[in-house]
């Protein structure tokens, strides 16, 4: 390091003139591009935790959690399968990939199951 690097002052900020029709000239050309940038993706999120049920795959993803997990969870009972005509045959054969990709997770009970663990958390009052 230099003596000139180590003993410079640092940066100082300036000011750029700027005026109120730039900015909303500005303002007016980012909205359009994030609003379609990120309705795509709102909307999932908004669609998945509003939804009675949904899918292994969009659950692991919402949660932040692999696929594998999520089944795990499912053999375990920590999350319950949503009701389905063909749930019989789901228990009945859960190695079938047939099956398993009609397996969805009843997110009724995952959000009362939250529900009641944040109402008893001791911090939470």
Not at 45 to 67: H, K, M, Q
Request: glycine share 4%.
């Amino acid at each position: 390091m230099t003596l000139q690097i180590a003993t410079h002052s640092p940066v100082q900020p300036q000011e750029i003139p700027s005026s109120i029709p730039q900015l909303n000239q500005l303002v007016s050309l980012l909205v359009p591009a994030l609003v379609e940038a990120l309705l795509p993706s709102l909307s999932r999120s908004v669609g998945i935790n509003t939804a009675e049920s949904v899918t292994v795959s969009d659950f692991a993803t919402s949660v932040g959690i692999s696929e594998r997990l999520v089944w795990q969870w499912l053999e375990d009972g920590i999350l319950l399968p949503a009701p389905t005509k063909d749930a019989s045959k789901i228990r009945a054969s859960k190695k079938s990939g047939v099956s398993r990709s009609r397996t969805l997770i009843n997110m009724t009970a995952w959000r009362a199951k939250q529900h009641q663990q944040a109402k008893d958390c001791k911090y939470i009052r």
